[in-house]
């Protein structure tokens, strides 16, 4: 499975994606990761790749054909059966909230292409460019506003990457697939801190599994 991720910052992205799981994916050849920035197909020799808005407004805003440019070229490699089993990721805080179920969906593509925008955006028409490529989503990734668009794509790369078949070792670590808890503890089983004792729930200490998955779901 390839993550191509159009971005003007390459050196946001690439440490996160090389640690933990995500990097060990990556190794074991279960996924890779690609990077085009617009600026390699501006018209300008300055690398210029924003413009002041339409209609006045703060700030700058992303031309169009740069990121359609850097996402065909991500994309072409593939051939034509391929194609079929690609997807463009657009974010936007108005999009759909990426969730769970998103996540198993993209899991069955090829290739997901993930737009980082910067500024105040990018040039709406770039998006309907796009869909003449292949099929575009539009997500947010949680509700708060980012300077630009590769925090999103991590985490869906994150997301995404821990759902493929072997990087997780065992499909019971997916913890949304089992019943998961989002209290949970560890030894030692009493921590004394300030002359107060904190205890593992005794429920926990029972190795009863129906009483236990009974008490997570409770929670």
Not at 12 to 26: D, H, K, N, Q, T
Not at 45 to 74: C, F, H, I, N, Q
Not at 78 to 101: C, D, E, L, M, V
Request: charged share 30%; with cysteine; proline share 4%.
């Amino acid at each position: 499975m390839k993550f191509h991720l159009i971005t003007l910052f390459e050196e946001a992205c690439e440490p996160y994606l090389s640690a933990s799981i995500v990097g060990r994916a990556r190794k074991k050849k279960k996924i890779s990761v690609t990077y085009q920035t617009p600026r390699d197909f501006v018209d300008n020799k300055w690398g210029k790749v924003d413009e002041r808005p339409y209609g006045g407004g703060p700030g700058m805003v992303m031309t169009a054909l740069p990121v359609v440019r850097a996402v065909e070229k991500s994309l072409k490699s593939r051939n034509k059966a391929s194609r079929r089993k690609q997807i463009i990721i657009w974010f936007s805080p108005a999009g759909k909230q990426f969730t769970n179920k998103d996540a198993d969906a993209l899991a069955r593509y090829d290739d997901v292409a993930l737009v980082c925008g910067r500024y105040e955006g990018i040039d709406e028409r770039a998006k309907k460019m796009l869909k003449t490529l292949a099929s575009v989503k539009e997500f947010a990734v949680g509700e708060a506003v980012y300077t630009g668009g590769e925090v999103p794509a991590l985490a869906i790369v994150d997301a995404v990457t821990r759902r493929l078949s072997g990087v997780l070792g065992k499909d019971a670590s997916v913890e949304e697939r089992r019943i998961a808890s989002s209290a949970v503890y560890t030894r030692p089983e009493t921590i004394e801190y300030k002359k107060k004792k904190y205890r593992v729930p005794r429920v926990l200490q029972t190795g009863h599994h129906a009483n236990i998955d009974t008490w997570r779901k409770k929670l």
